[in-house]
C-alpha cells in the first residue's frame, strides 16, 4: 500500500514537473546543412538562458579517385553516421550561444590503394590494398558555439548556424589485399597497422571540424 502511495506521488510529481516545462518553454525542430552532412533535430528551449537539442546525421561522400600527399586512393567513401545530444548555454543576448555535446558514432569509411605498378617489388605483392575503417571509441563529444537569428520576418522561423569541433577519436582498420600477400599474416598486419596510421596521423581527423547552416521552428 505504501509502496503503491509512493508511486501515486512520483507519478504526480513527474506529471506536474513535464507541464510546467512545457509551459515554460517551446519545442522545435530544425534541418541543417553541415560539414559532417544532412541533419534533422528535435529541441526544446527551456528558458532564455538554456536548451536542449537532439540531433541526427547522415551522408554519404564518395570519390571515385581521390589524390593526397601525392598519393592516389580509389573509391574512397566517408559515410557519417551520427546522433548527439547538445546542452545550448546562452549568455549575455538571446542569440549567441556556447553548446557541449556527446553522441554514438558509427561512422564507416573505406578506401582503396593500387599497389600493383609500385616502384618497391615488395609492395606490388600487396596488390590492390581495401581498408574499411571504423572509430575504436564510438562516443564523440562536442564544443562549439552558435548564433540563433530569431523570428525571420515576424515568424517563427529561427535561421541557426554552428562552428566547433567534433572529438572523434582514432580509427581502426580491417584490410583486404589482392596481391600475392594476401595470405601472408606478417604482410595483412603490417599492412593493416600502415592503413591505421595513414588516418590516425592526421590531427584533423581525430579532432574534426564541424559547420552547420540550417533554419529551425520553433511552435
Known amino acids: 500500500m505504501v ?21 515554460a518553454g517551446n519545442w522545435n525542430v530544425a534541418a541543417r546543412i553541415s560539414t559532417l ?12 538562458t538554456f536548451a536542449l537539442r537532439l540531433q541526427g546525421t547522415w551522408w554519404d561522400h564518395f570519390k571515385k579517385t581521390l589524390s593526397y600527399d601525392n598519393v592516389k586512393y580509389h573509391n574512397v567513401r566517408f559515410r557519417p ?30 578506401l582503396s590503394q593500387d599497389f600493383s605498378n609500385h616502384p618497391d ?11 574499411k ?18 523570428n525571420l ?10 562552428a566547433g569541433i567534433y572529438f572523434m577519436g582514432k580509427v581502426s582498420a ?4 589482392t596481391g600475392l600477400l594476401k595470405d601472408d599474416p606478417g604482410a595483412v598486419s603490417a599492412t593493416k597497422r600502415a592503413s591505421e596510421e595513414l588516418l590516425n596521423d592526421k590531427k584533423w581527423f581525430s579532432t574534426y571540424p564541424a559547420i552547420s547552416l540550417g533554419f529551425k521552428y520553433e511552435f
Not at 3 to 23: D, E
Not at 37 to 48: D, K, P, S, V, W
Not at 153 to 162: I, L, P
Open 37 to 48: 552532412g544532412l541533419a534533422g533535430e528535435i529541441g526544446y528551449q527551456f528558458n532564455e
Open 174 to 177: 580491417k584490410v583486404r589485399m
Open 153 to 162: 520576418g515576424g515568424s517563427k522561423w529561427t535561421f541557426t548556424m554552428d
Open 133 to 150: 575503417y571504423r572509430y575504436k571509441n564510438p562516443l564523440k563529444y562536442y564544443i562549439g558555439t552558435g548564433v540563433d537569428i530569431r
Open 3 to 23: 509502496l503503491l502511495m509512493n508511486n501515486k506521488i512520483i507519478v504526480m510529481a513527474t506529471s506536474m514537473l513535464c507541464c510546467q516545462l512545457a509551459h
Open 81 to 110: 553516421l551520427t546522433v548527439n545530444a547538445y546542452a545550448d548555454w546562452y549568455f549575455y543576448t538571446k542569440w549567441w550561444r556556447l553548446s557541449l555535446g556527446a553522441g554514438y558514432n558509427a561512422t564507416k569509411i573505406n
Open 121 to 131: 617489388q615488395i609492395k606490388r605483392l600487396l596488390g590492390v590494398v581495401t581498408s
